[in-house]
């Protein structure tokens, strides 16, 4: 199963070919307005008008309407539920990077909280520059992203993290951050490899350009 999750208003127009298409509040009118086969959405639609509710209403799409006087975001029930009734699936997120920056980092600490870290390796943010997976404690290898020359690690209660492989390598007894940025790949087909015993690791896929979101394969 493979889900896109519209959690906010992206600047591209997606071309992947997924099972389910979940809008996010005013993501959901977003996907309605540009003739997306929306199947379900979530939100308080506090961000969208009457009328603007009317067309995500007749879309035919599933609707979710929330209480806004509630503890989680409308995107963390939007994929609380999508991974409930289908805890396999491959999600990949538009739309939760940019925009008001509170938001922009509570989705993209989101998946390695308790409640999502067990799912984190399924989901993958994205935008026009960047990429964004979760990797679990253990020996992760990592391919390169078309496009996308820079890799990032952030530690989230990552212990012992160490890099291997890479254009700027680091041994576990030598950790002096949670943030490393601007790392690269050897070459194409080379693999990074991390490795760490415990919490998650956000790994950052970036481009100086603008990229074609319509040629990002699967992950």
Request: overall charge positive; proline content about 5%.
């Given at each position: 199963?493979?889900?896109?999750?519209?959690a906010g208003l992206p600047n591209s127009?997606?071309?992947f070919d997924y099972d389910t298409i979940v809008g996010v509040d005013a993501g959901a009118l977003w996907a309605v307005k540009n003739d997306l086969a929306l199947d379900v959405a979530v939100g308080d639609f506090d961000s969208v008008s009457d009328e603007e509710m009317i067309q995500i209403i007749q879309s035919g799409a599933e609707v979710h309407k929330l209480n806004p006087i509630k503890d989680e975001t409308d995107f963390e029930v939007a994929l609380s539920d999508s991974l409930e009734n289908h805890p396999d699936a491959k999600?990949?997120?538009i739309g939760a990077l940019g925009g008001r920056l509170d938001h922009e980092l509570t989705n993209i600490f989101l998946a390695t909280t308790p409640k999502f870290s067990n799912f984190a390796r399924q989901i993958m943010l994205q935008n026009e520059h960047n990429i964004i997976q979760?990797?679990?404690a253990g020996k992760n290898r990592i391919k390169q992203i078309a496009g996308m020359k820079?890799?990032?690690?952030?530690k989230v209660g990552a212990d012992n993290f160490s890099i291997e492989n890479a254009k700027y390598p680091l041994k576990a007894v030598d950790n002096f951050s949670e943030i490393y940025a601007s790392n690269e790949f050897l070459a194409d087909d080379e693999l990074i490899t991390i490795n760490f015993t415990s919490g998650v690791v956000i790994a950052i896929h970036s481009s100086d350009t603008k990229l074609n979101v319509k040629a990002i394969g699967d992950f």
């Open positions: 199963m493979r889900i896109l999750i519209i127009l997606p071309k999600i990949r997120v979760y990797f679990s820079y890799i990032g690690f952030i």
